[in-house]
């Protein structure tokens, strides 16, 4: 049921949100039978939990017609975007692959993305804008709540970005990655831009409303030879922290707030406001009042699976030494 209170999907009460879907566990998928159409929500800074039903026939993406829809979990208002299908024949046309995979693998390769989502500006109010960064393709794809099928960029590439490697954060998406020279890039894309009147109306006009988006921009580039795998970009507070290791031992983790580094400042950071941030394929920075453990809240910590050793060990920041992380 929608709130009569809400906004629509661009309420700004929940932006940011910092919500996350809790993990139920055990098979218990969103959606189960055994969850009777409820789910849960986490927020990561305060800890707090919502239990709030979602109607059991939405899902973000449907198998048999490949509908995307957006759903705002906690007024219940919902946008339809158009089929990821209408990729299918875009990628074909391109001949980006010279021996294509069979139809049936093309959309498991797109569902690989990460997606951002913002208002339009420039377009009616309550037109939502959405990018889908296929890394399979190293390709973007935008589309707004408008149109009928989404647009892949054809004029340039992304660089080849791992799970850890990219970030949605308000409205815009980051990636980051090593170049063949050796040094560290951080890359920013920005929205794609509205179409002019003229466009939209006249005799030559497209069904999308939005223009190619520009190609992404270096904001921040750092020499790579103290900077080693594994790395990723993490949300924290308002601000995008990038990690990595200072050498290939990883033995130390360098964690550096994004906005020093495009001001050139190369000083990693001691503290990042008492909280963890969980650095997995998937990163993300939470509150200690999320976390049942007995740790005392302000110490700051990294959770790290090594990748040799296979298990969760604890970073502490300030000291600069490890310890198995808590159960």
């Not at 048999?64 to 906690?74: K, M, Q, Y």
């Not at 040094?183 to 497209?206: A, F, Q, W």
């Not at 990693?268 to 394929?281: A, D, E, N, R, Y």
Request: proline share 9%; aromatic share 8%; with cysteine.
């Amino acid at each position: 049921m929608v709130s009569p209170r809400g906004h629509g999907v661009v309420d700004p009460r929940f932006h940011p949100r910092r919500w996350m879907m809790f993990p139920e566990g055990h098979g218990l998928h969103p959606g189960h039978g055994k969850l009777r159409g409820y789910e849960r929500f986490i927020n990561l800074d305060t800890g707090a939990l919502v239990r709030d039903h979602l109607p059991l026939f939405l899902l973000l993406q449907r198998d048999h017609d490949t509908a995307i829809c957006l759903l705002h979990p906690f007024t219940g208002d919902i946008v339809d975007l158009p089929p990821l299908a209408t990729l299918v024949p875009q990628v074909v046309r391109r001949g980006d692959y010279d021996c294509l995979p069979p139809k049936c693998m093309w959309l498991p390769m797109m569902r690989w993305l990460r997606a951002s989502v913002a208002p339009t500006n420039g377009a009616r109010p309550g037109v939502i804008t959405v990018m889908l960064l296929l890394l399979n393709m190293q390709r973007l794809a935008f589309a707004t709540t408008e149109d009928r099928q989404w647009t892949m960029t054809t004029s340039w590439y992304l660089p080849f970005l791992s799970a850890s490697q990219h970030l949605s954060f308000r409205g815009k998406l980051y990636g980051m990655h090593q170049t063949t020279t050796g040094s560290m890039e951080v890359l920013e894309m920005d929205p794609p831009p509205v179409r002019r009147p003229h466009e939209l109306h006249g005799p030559s006009s497209s069904s999308n409303i939005l223009l190619p988006p520009p190609p992404p921009k270096v904001i921040a580039t750092w020499p790579g030879h103290s900077f080693c795998k594994p790395y990723c970009l993490v949300e924290c507070d308002s601000n995008i922290l990038v990690l990595g290791h200072s050498n290939t031992s990883l033995s130390q983790i360098l964690v550096y707030k994004l906005e020093d580094l495009i001001m050139g400042s190369f000083h990693p950071v001691k503290s990042i406001g008492g909280k963890g941030i969980f650095f997995l394929q998937q990163s993300i920075c939470v509150s200690y009042k999320v976390l049942v453990t007995d740790h005392v809240n302000g110490r700051d910590s990294i959770f790290y699976m090594r990748p040799e050793q296979r298990d969760l060990v604890e970073y502490h920041l300030d000291k600069g030494t490890w310890e198995p992380a808590v159960d």
